[in-house]
């Protein structure tokens, strides 16, 4: 129960930003929204791909380390 309000509260957040999301993308198509900018977005995909990897190879290096030195019978990977 401690963390009800604080889960409904990032889902709720989550389901708005949805919702707006949806609607403004309707709206563009609808209303006939001019696409210009590409560059702009596409830099912006590229930056979050990068931390996204970035951030994936800092977390797998102490999971990598266990494996190294579990088949190197330094320390077991589970203990017992």
């Known amino acids: 129960m401690r963390f009800l309000w604080t889960f ?3 889902i709720a957040m989550f389901l708005a ?3 707006f999301a949806i609607g ?4 563009q198509l ?3 929204g001019s696409a210009t900018g590409y560059l702009v977005a596409y830099v912006t995909l590229a930056i ?3 931390r996204s990897h970035e ?4 977390a797998s290096q102490p999971i ?8 190197r019978n330094e320390a077991p990977m589970y203990r017992y």
């Open 24 to 27: 403004y993308g309707t709206y």
């Open 8 to 10: 409904i509260a990032a």
């Open 55 to 58: 951030t994936h190879f800092h």
């Open 17 to 19: 930003g949805a919702i």
């Open 48 to 50: 979050a791909l990068a």
């Open 30 to 32: 609808v209303a006939g």
């Open 64 to 71: 990598m380390q266990g494996v190294r030195a579990r088949f």
